[in-house]
């Protein structure tokens, strides 16, 4: 079936330098994608979404590119804190079908001091 | 409340016993979501409750599973006659309107079956 996926299961950056998170999605028709963050113990918590006819979308100190040829999706991090610590997931949802989102397994970013 | 709440936050039950997990969306919020996260995973959909329509129970495991929702806001999971791999953390999420709009997740519910 079709999955969202992550091409690093963790990743560590130092204090102060900017994380890039990937995740690969494989349905081309997905409309929509948002990226949560899960610090432990807690539920996941909204941080950025973005729409299929967009290619970038900005935050504060994150950002959210979409590349619809290659069907990926990266997560930008700037200048990265020891609260960012956490699991950052991606997820879409396909366009048409039921309204649930559907989930990659999670990347573990650890911000070293 | 200003986000989504679930109870009991913690649940340690015997195989063979009933557990329902009870959860709070944001007021207002038409949409509702139940998943499922086991250790180290992503998350898992259940099921989904819009407005009055019937919800979309295709993401159910089995047939122990069940949800309602009353009066379009609170609503509960039951999980009949508990297995050890229903162990897991169980989220709920709500939403302002239907199609995977921003969905805002409560604490969740770890559920552990003995």
């Known amino acids: 079936g079709e999955s969202v996926g992550l091409h690093l299961p963790t990743l560590s950056v130092q204090e102060g330098d900017n994380s890039i998170i990937n995740c690969a999605y494989s349905n081309s028709a997905s409309d929509y994608f948002i990226w949560y963050k899960q610090e432990s113990g807690k539920g996941p918590q909204f941080i950025i979404d973005i729409r299929s006819n967009m290619d970038k979308r900005q935050g504060q100190r994150v950002t959210v590119l979409l590349n619809k040829t290659v069907k990926h999706l990266s997560l930008q991090i700037a200048a990265t804190q020891p609260g960012d610590s956490a699991v950052y997931f991606c997820?879409?949802?396909?366009?048409?079908?039921?309204?649930?989102?559907?989930f990659g397994s999670g990347t573990q970013l650890t911000v070293l001091p | 409340g200003a986000g989504v709440s679930q109870s009991p936050s913690n649940k340690v039950t015997e195989k063979g016993k009933d557990v329902e997990l009870r959860c709070d969306p944001i007021s207002g919020h038409t949409a509702l979501y139940w998943y499922r996260q086991s250790l180290g995973q992503g998350l898992e959909f259940l099921i989904y409750f819009q407005g009055n329509s019937a919800p979309d129970k295709s993401g159910l495991p089995s047939d122990r599973f069940s949800a309602e929702r009353t009066g379009g806001s609170v609503s509960t999971l039951t999980i009949q006659r508990t297995q050890q791999e229903d162990s897991a953390v169980y989220l709920c999420?709500?939403?302002?309107?239907?199609?995977?709009?921003?969905?805002?997740f409560g604490p969740g519910t770890r559920l552990l079956v003995l």
């Open positions: 999420a709500s939403s302002s309107q239907s199609g995977g709009e921003t969905q805002y």
């Open positions: 997820a879409e949802r396909f366009s048409g079908s039921a309204r649930q989102l559907t």
